[in-house]
């Protein structure tokens, strides 16, 4: 494979919004470019070194929602070592959901100090980061698209809800970094084309 310039790109967005379609797309699109590219969603599942992954679920049920913080910003440390250690390889990282994630997530459950205690932690900035937006009625249709239905998959995106005051944050969060993209009139296909110029144009990534 040819050795890249190191990027690290993330991707955000409520569920329905394609983001994981869209990290499958990205990392199969430098791929067959000939770029050593990971698709970070499938690696940190398969660490064998993460202490968090396996018992995420286990501090979601029992824990309260501060110490939940705590564990995931613990978990965002560890993977930006991680990250670093691929990057300085010459890696192409991409990921969904990341730090700006975690802070909507425990913004909307009134954990406070949370913005303060993120800032005092080393954690790596994405060169740059995504923020995928849908609209409700397509976002619906997706969902059901998909089956298998939970009770989470059933909530709506309402001025009121977490999904309104997720995706709110994740626009308020934008930087220089950042780069906003409705996928609701998109193909998978046509939000990853979208994505992977945009990655170009800003030279975030050079053979």
Same mark, same amino acid.
């Given at each position: 494979m040819d050795v890249a310039r190191a990027a690290f790109i993330t991707l955000h967005g409520i569920d329905g919004s394609g983001k994981s379609e869209a990290v499958g797309g990205i990392v199969q699109h430098f791929a067959l470019k000939g770029l050593s590219v990971i698709n970070y969603d499938l690696y940190k599942v398969h660490d064998p070194n993460n202490p968090f992954e396996h018992i995420k679920g286990k501090v979601e049920k029992t824990a309260s929602?501060?110490? @939940?913080? $705590?564990? &995931? $910003?613990?978990?965002?440390i560890y993977h930006s070592h991680v990250i =670093? /250690?691929? #990057?300085?390889?010459?890696? *192409? $990282?991409? +990921?969904? +959901? &990341?730090?700006?994630d975690v802070l909507a997530q425990y913004l909307y459950k009134g954990v406070q100090n949370v913005q303060e205690i993120v800032k005092l932690a080393s954690i790596l900035e994405p060169d740059l980061s995504v923020i995928l937006t849908v609209d409700e009625e397509i976002r619906r249709? +997706? *969902? $059901? @698209?998909r089956g298998e239905i939970n009770d989470k998959d059933r909530e709506e995106k309402n001025p009121a809800s977490r999904l309104a005051f997720f995706e709110k944050h994740l626009l308020a969060s934008a930087t220089s970094r950042s780069f906003i993209i409705n996928t609701? #009139? #998109?193909?998978?296909e046509q939000v990853v084309e979208t994505?992977? #110029? /945009? *990655? /170009?144009? =800003?030279?975030i990534v050079e053979a």
């Open positions: 929602p501060p110490a @939940q913080f $705590v564990f &995931y $910003v613990a978990s965002m =670093r /250690e691929l #990057l300085s390889k010459g890696n *192409i $990282v991409v +990921r969904s +959901r &990341y730090i700006q249709q +997706r *969902i $059901v @698209q609701s #009139l #998109l193909s998978i994505i992977t #110029l /945009e *990655i /170009e144009m =800003r030279s």
